[in-house]
């Protein structure tokens, strides 16, 4: 069995912590087993391990996640990174294609596709044994999970299911009424999980691409249609099958629903009164928020602004912040994370960007370049080295490095590093880095061979 991992999103429903380049997913809310936080990813490929299941675990998203998955996630797992966002369709046909041509994956094997952030149990994922036993039965083409609905929702499809766990039609978010007839005739809720044959898949892909090979998939991404999944190839299907799933299953992709799962009430430095109500407050600012008799209420604070919401209005912040033209204040890498401190312009047109960074204990950042940034880099705390052009030397607290454009660099942390970045430039974009090949050990004059990647 393989599982494929859908993550996509563009943050907008729990602003301010979440963004383009950090999605609901990612967002490390959610009590763990140890007491700790974690996020909804971390959650899911917990809760696959849990489950028993030995497969192995794609995830298919845009450039913009990858470090957050990276800094999440095992480095066992593979990411297939879309070259363009183009809905579920194309995104499962460039996983599948990986799986067939990168990890020679046995045609007649099941993969199950699903959406990286449910709010599940573990029985959610045992589930997972049953759909790839029916796959392999044979008899249906695609093979869905099913929700036993707990009310008549408008808000969700419904399959409706015949004889022996076949599927005999669809009903896409009807009114309650229709709902309500539904659930009475045995209709699930449609939970968005897909198992098949990477055969049948690979199948229909051919209607598409001339080869099956992962670079050419890549290469042609944009000759796939821009269709859900469910519109391309379930709807299309000759036989479907579906297998019920009764446990809990939940959307939290809103301030109203995550809180209804956090087990604090706070989470960060925060001061609550006692007559606060069903009050919810995050704070990842490092200034305290004091919160006073306040009932029904989601306080938000990050570094891209600050949501103050009655919680059942917060279900519609979307529209009121889809306008709000700013760059991602913080951003997790795989190495550690970045908040933006201030971002300036000056009279000259000249632009600056001060960010307190952490490189985690281990790790390292990419050896890179900026064509336009000229930065200076200060040590807070922590130890580490420094390589620039190929010459390495030591970091340790109060060190002061000045770093010019086309200046290739990178550093790694002995211990966990505090750096205060200072980066000025006529135009402060993230998009002006090129990374290289390096190895520490090895220690080459300009890094392993030089190439980019």
Known sequence: MNIVLL???????LWPLSNEIRSKQFLKLLSDEDGGHESMVQRVYR??????INADIVVATSATQVESIRGQLPDDVDIVVEPERRNTFPAIVLAASYLESRKKMDPEETVIVLPVDPYVDVEYFETFKTMDARVQQGGADIVLMGITPSYPSEKYGYIIPGEGGR?????????EATARELIGRGALWNAGVFAFSLKYLMGIADKYVQSREFSDVIAHYADLKKDSFDYEVVEKADALAV????GAWKDIGTWNTLTE????????????????????VINELSIP???????????????????VSDKHKSSYIKPHVENIDKRPMYEERRWGEYKVYDYSQYADGTKSLTKHVTINAGCAQDYHVHKYKDEVITVANGQGELVVDGCLMKLSRGDTISIRRKQ???????????????????????????????????RAAEGSDGKSQ
Request: hydrophobic content about 40%; glycine content about 12%.
């Open 7 to 13: 993550s996509g999103g563009s943050g907008k429903r």
């Open 167 to 175: 599927v005999t039609g669809f009903k896409e978010k009807p009114d």
């Open 243 to 246: 297998v019920p799933y009764s």
């Open 408 to 442: 290739k660099h990178a550093i790694r942390a002995f211990e966990d590093l505090q750096l205060i970045s200072v980066q000025i430039s006529e135009d402060n974009t993230e998009g002006d880095t090129e990374v290289f090949d390096w190895s520490w050990s090895a």
């Open 47 to 52: 809760q696959i391990a849990k489950a028993g």
């Open 289 to 307: 928020v004091v919160v006073l008799g306040t009932q029904d209420l989601v306080v938000a604070a990050g570094q891209d602004g600050i949501l």
């Open 261 to 280: 799962e956090m087990k604090e009430e706070s989470i960060g430095d925060v001061i609550m009164g006692e007559a606060c109500v069903n009050t919810h």
